[in-house]
Structure formats: C-alpha cells, structure tokens
C-alpha cells in the first residue's frame, strides 16, 4: 500500500519535476502509477490465497472487513478494494455531518450553484460551434434542465453516479460508461441495551462481554442478519416521548436487506428499542475483478470524474480524480507547465489571471 499512499503527497501530483504522469488520461493509466493494476484484474481471496494467507484468516479477517467496508465478499471484490480496506483505520468525521466540507468549498468558490429544477439536468447534448481562426469546429456542450431551461457550456464534467443520474446523452456516439452498484441498507437504533443481546449470539443470558463492534463472515453458505454492528455513542440523561433514561446507546447496523424489527428487538432482547430509521442507498460499486477501467474523458471537453469509482470508493481517491479532470482541461487549455507549476512563456494575449491561481501555474513552484 506505499504506492497508494503517495497520493496523499501534494507533489505527488503537483511538482515541476513530476513523472508520474498526472494528469492522467485514464484511470489505467493511474492505477499503473500506484501499483494497483495487477491487483485489479484478480479477487481478493484469489490475491491473499497466492501470498499464503491462510483460509482462516482469509474468511474471518479479511472477508469480514471487505463486507463491513464495501458490503461485498472477499471471492467477489478485487484485490486493490480488499487491501484498501484492511487499511482503514481511525476514520476521522465532521461534526453535524461530511456535507458540510462539500457545502462549504461551493460557497468559497464563489460559483454560482444552481438547485431544485434549475440545477437537475436531463441531457447533455454535444454541439460544433463556429470555426476558429484556425479553421478548427469547437466542441462545446449544451447542458437542459428539469425546468426546460438550457446553456452552452465550453467543458462539462460530470460527477454523479452515472446510472442513477437519468441524464441523456445526445448528438455523440460516445457514452458513459455503466456498472452495477452495491445497494446497502444501513439501520440506525436506539436501545437501552448496553450490549447486544448475549442469546441472539448464543451466549448465556448473563453473560456481560457481548463486543460492541461486530462484523460478519459468510461462513459455509450461512447468511447473517447483518453485515456489520457498531456502537457508536452514548446518550446520557435523555428525555424521549415523555420518558427519562440514564443512558441510552446509538448503534449502527449494515445490512444487504432491510432488517426486520423483530430481528431488531432480537438482537437487542436484553434491552429496550427505543427508536430506527432505516437509509437504503446504491453506495458503491460492485467492485468485481476487472481488466477494463475507463477513460476520464468521455468525449471532447466532456469530462467524468466518477470513472475513478470502478477503482476504488473512498472521498480521497474522488478528490484524486477530481483533482486530475481538472488538471487535464488545464492542461488542455494552458499547457503542462501551467499544471506543474514550471515557469512558462506566456503571449501577449494570455489573461493575467491565468498565470497566478490558487497553487496552479507558473509562479506557484
């Protein structure tokens, strides 16, 4: 994992002296880079089997954290998706939720964000503009919304699950390309329950050392009520619908299917439910073993950023890909130099802005 975790280096990317070959055109092309393409290409159990992991720890410790991680098991997912998740640990969240980091860098952008039916659009439609000097058709993108309004735009990325988006492609024989998706179901309950229920595990009733973080293996066909349990917090003193308790405790569970309440009330027998709310949502891609990984342009200036996904799902390597569209139109428009922050030679005609953005261009090494 030394090769991924270079990502996390800002000159990893950005360096004058820079020979990984970012921005990079494709996501095979990045893969190659972090050493990860060979591990794509083969299942995890497959990859872990070779390296003489034993069968044992395979099921019981690896599996148990591609499922808890990626909903998805160790013979099905591919090696890169298994190693990144035995990397996980300490997983840092902001307080009142990770929208606010997204929610926050479009108000400081100053960009204008369209919302509602303004904002959804339903079909990107490709378009040749009028002929430059040099003779050369402009490809330019005209972008329509639910509330039938529509513009021209010079570059479009994309940057929505593909599959889910229900936007139309038109006037290109290109396409997005699509994979399926893992549908996760997470259930959150309150309980008065200190611990899980020790007979649902199949513990004595008095038993007191039920753990309070749980994952699940897929053990000789058998199938769990849960892929994973974790309690997250504890609520002291609270007050709901009229009645007091000293300590109540959040926990969360991941499931394939929703998990019935009198699953629930299982689980949690040694206790009180106080409250759920179930979320079910495509949260991943069904990250199988692979030869095949898209390109970041799909056609002319039409950009997806969430080609990066059939890789791997994490908020670093979509800031990675995001991060490398945008050097690509950079590139495109400006040159390599302006992306690696070399000193470059700049026309007369060349807007002053272009040459000092926030750690881009010629002046920023």
């Not at 092309?29 to 050493?35: D, G, K, R, S, T």
């Not at 040099?134 to 509330?147: K, N, S």
């Not at 299917?257 to 979320?279: C, D, L, Q």
């Not at 997806?304 to 799902?313: D, G, H, Y």
Request: charged share 20%; with cysteine.
């Amino acid at each position: 994992m030394k090769s991924f975790q270079r990502i996390y280096s800002p000159r990893f990317l950005h360096d004058p002296s820079s020979d990984t070959g970012y921005p990079w055109p494709s996501v095979a092309a990045l893969a190659e880079q972090i050493e990860a393409r060979e591990l794509v290409s083969q299942s995890a159990q497959t990859y872990f089997a070779y390296h003489k992991v034993s069968e044992v720890c395979i099921d019981e410790l690896f599996n148990a954290a591609t499922r808890a991680n990626y909903a998805q098991d160790i013979q099905n997912i591919h090696a890169f998706a298994g190693l990144v998740s035995m990397a996980a640990n300490g997983p840092n969240g902001v307080e009142g939720g990770n929208a606010q980091i997204f929610e926050h860098m479009l108000r400081r952008s100053n960009a204008t964000v369209y919302r509602g039916a303004s904002g959804e659009v339903t079909g990107i439609m490709k378009i040749q503009s009028e002929t430059t000097e040099q003779d050369t058709p402009v490809t330019q993108w005209r972008i329509g919304t639910r509330d039938g309004h529509s513009d021209v735009y010079d570059v479009v990325l994309i940057a929505a699950p593909w599959h889910s988006s229900d936007i139309t492609l038109l006037n290109t024989e290109k396409s997005v390309p699509g994979f399926r998706y893992q549908r996760v179901h997470v259930t959150l309950v309150v309980t008065d329950a200190p611990q899980p229920n020790p007979v649902y595990f199949g513990f004595d009733r008095t038993f007191d050392r039920v753990p309070r973080t749980i994952v699940t293996t897929h053990l000789d066909g058998d199938n769990p009520d849960f892929l994973s349990l974790s309690y997250q917090r504890r609520l002291k003193h609270t007050k709901y619908h009229g009645q007091t308790w000293d300590a109540l405790y959040v926990v969360k569970l991941f499931s394939w299917a929703p998990i019935p309440s009198k699953t629930i009330n299982k689980i949690f027998g040694n206790g009180k439910v106080v409250w759920t709310h179930e979320k079910s949502w495509s949260a991943f891609p069904k990250l199988t073993p692979t030869d095949r990984l898209g390109q970041f342009e799909v056609d002319t200036n039409l950009y997806n950023v969430n080609a990066m996904e059939r890789l791997v799902s994490t908020m670093e390597t979509s800031t990675l890909a995001a991060k490398n569209v945008v050097g690509l139109v950079l590139q495109k428009w400006l040159g390599s130099y302006f992306v690696h922050g070399v000193r470059c030679k700049w026309s007369s005609r060349t807007p002053d802005i272009a040459t000092a953005w926030d750690s881009w261009g010629c002046h920023s090494s």
